[in-house]
């Protein structure tokens, strides 16, 4: 069965960091492209950012590019968002999420698993 455990998430003032870490199980984790979505209240969940199986294509929504760098560490079987700058419109639930197949979009269709959301507030 496949798990995904979100953690990293909290309250932290404008323009400051978080790093949120997703602990992957249940499968050969390498092989899917992983990836963040968001969801704030009273919104639409919306795609942040994914990263390729092998760690080497990443894409980002406009609005985070340049402060959320994705990574992953196929050995740990975990997948890593680092929010940096952060801004009170970054204020979500965040969720982690693992491919159907070996490929995936900003679409949230392309994602079979997803982790249960870490809260993430930024106060101004």
């Known amino acids: 069965q496949v798990q995904l455990v979100e953690s990293g998430g909290g309250l932290v003032q404008t323009g400051g960091s978080l790093r949120l870490s997703c602990a992957a199980s249940g499968r050969t984790f390498s092989r899917y492209v992983m990836g963040w979505f968001r969801q704030a209240p009273g919104k639409e969940r919306e795609f942040v950012a994914r990263i390729s199986w092998s760690g080497g294509t990443t894409k980002y929504v406009d609005s985070v590019k340049g402060r959320f760098p994705i990574s992953r560490d196929n050995a740990k079987n975990t997948v890593y968002l680092q929010m940096n700058s952060l801004k009170p419109d970054d204020t979500a639930v965040y969720y982690c999420?693992?491919?159907?197949?070996?490929?995936?979009?900003?679409?949230?269709?392309?994602?079979?698993?997803w982790g249960q959301g870490t809260q993430v507030t930024v106060s101004s």
């Open positions: 999420v693992t491919s159907r197949g070996a490929y995936g979009t900003s679409n949230s269709v392309d994602y079979d698993y």
